[in-house]
């Protein structure tokens, strides 16, 4: 079957088809050519896909990130963003940068961030005297590490297809990379305000209005605190959580900053259940095309192949950097992570690499796809909200690209910016 379920994929994807839509066709016609088992068993293995208590913290969290995303709530993070690093040179996009590493920790989604705060600070950047196009591109860079600062929905994904990590161990890892993407953007950010004399977007305030400013933006930055260091105390699991996370966020938005109306819940919801059904349907089709796998026995003939090459640990991870690479050119990192994991993390696990490690790796390779043409998705998303071409935006990039690429090096011989915080936190 897999001789037809490949070619099928990557002409199906060629051709435009949504990812979610590829993988089920694929493995339909892998199915009706090449093997006697019913059509019906696609159907079953979807729903089997989805069958899952933990994955019900994947809506919960788009809820919770769609109440959060109210004007108020990204305006005060904006503004905070700003108060620390607004009067730089840069400072307008440096505040990009910052103010998405702080929204990831309430979104967990890369698209959103882009949506979200990303969306106004283009705005902002270009009437701060900044080009659209950088701005654009900056806004695409620094979203990247909305997956990889916890919460993040990808972690939630990936820790039900390796067994060696928890959802609560994945958030951990997360946030020294998240952070050190972080400060390599804003690096290159410098670099190039430098060249093109970007000025600063405002003059430093006083300490008494960043204390003020910071205040104001407490309430919405406690829903990290409340998420990770509920899991890390073993106070609730990740699907609870993620229930209380919606809880906090009404309540933050109907009585702290009174942004949020019952009138504007439906919306809301619907919003959310839309991008929930997209997420949940490429999880069960990618379970579709694993399970195919499992059948023709690929990721036991890639692991005794890998196996027997007799690599180092850093030689695999370098390895593992280029394919998922290439792999994050065409897709997603949700389908990635249900595809890849179950083939890759055994062998990493059987070559003495921690598993934490080697998780963050995956993530961050995956998530760089999101940037990166043909099909990178946060590419489309900001090209739509600024109203620019794609091949625009892409012209911008190549700084951004030199720094996700370092902190993917770093990150890869590095270990203990994956393993330091799950360790001293006890997982």
């Known amino acids: 079957m897999a001789e037809i379920l490949f070619p099928a994929l ?41 069958d899952s208590f933990p994955l019900l913290a994947v809506p919960f969290f788009i809820l919770a990130s769609e109440i959060m995303t109210g004007g108020a709530v990204t305006l005060a993070i904006l503004r905070l963003a700003q108060a620390f690093v607004g009067h730089l040179r840069g400072g307008l996009g440096h505040a990009n940068v910052v103010s998405s590493a702080m929204f990831a920790g309430i979104s967990g989604s890369a698209l959103a961030d882009a949506a979200g705060p990303g969306t106004m600070m283009v705005r902002m950047m270009e009437k701060g005297g900044y080009d659209r196009p950088y701005a654009g591109a900056l806004t695409i860079a620094s979203s ?47 670099r190039v305000s430098k060249a093109r004399n ?71 919801v619907l919003r959310a259940a839309l991008t929930s059904g997209a997420v949940l349907l490429i999880l069960g089709a990618a379970r579709a095309f694993a399970w195919v796998l499992i059948i023709e026995s690929v990721p036991q003939f890639l692991a005794e192949t890998i196996i027997s090459w007799d690599l180092s640990p850093i030689v695999f991870l370098l390895a593992v950097n280029l394919l998922l690479l290439v792999f ?42 999101l940037a990166t043409p043909p099909v990178g998705s946060l590419i489309f998303v900001v090209s739509s909200t600024v109203g620019l071409k794609p091949s625009t935006l892409v012209r911008e990039m190549p700084p951004f690209f030199l720094a996700l690429a370092a902190a993917l090096l770093l990150i890869t011989f590095l270990p203990f910016l994956s393993t330091w915080l799950p360790r001293i936190s006890g997982f």
């Open 144 to 190: 990247v590490v909305g997956p990889i600062i916890p919460p993040s929905i990808t972690m939630i994904i990936y820790a039900m297809q390796d067994k060696e990590v928890s959802v609560g161990s994945l958030f951990m890892a997360g946030v020294l990379p998240g952070l050190l993407i972080t400060m390599l953007i804003l690096f290159a950010n410098a």
């Open 328 to 369: 994050g050119l065409f897709m997603d990192p949700l389908p990635g992570v249900m595809i890849l994991v179950p083939i890759l993390a055994p062998i990493s696990f059987a070559l003495g690499i921690d598993p934490n490690h080697f998780a963050i790796i995956v993530i961050v390779n995956l998530t760089l796809g």
């Open 10 to 50: 990557f002409l199906l994807l060629a051709l435009g088809l949504p990812v979610a839509f590829a993988m089920a066709i694929s493995v339909f016609l892998a199915i009706t050519f090449a093997s006697n088992y019913p059509h019906l068993v696609v159907v079953k293995e979807m729903f089997a896909g989805l």
């Open 198 to 268: 970007y000025a600063s977007g405002q003059p430093m305030p006083s300490l008494a209005e960043i204390g003020r400013i910071a205040f104001f933006a407490v309430p919405a930055l406690l829903l990290i605190l409340l998420v990770v260091g509920g899991i890390r105390f073993g106070i609730f699991t990740p699907t609870e959580a993620s229930v209380i996370a919606v809880f906090y966020a009404l309540l933050v938005g109907m009585f702290v900053y009174r942004s949020l109306h019952l009138r504007d819940l439906p919306g809301i």
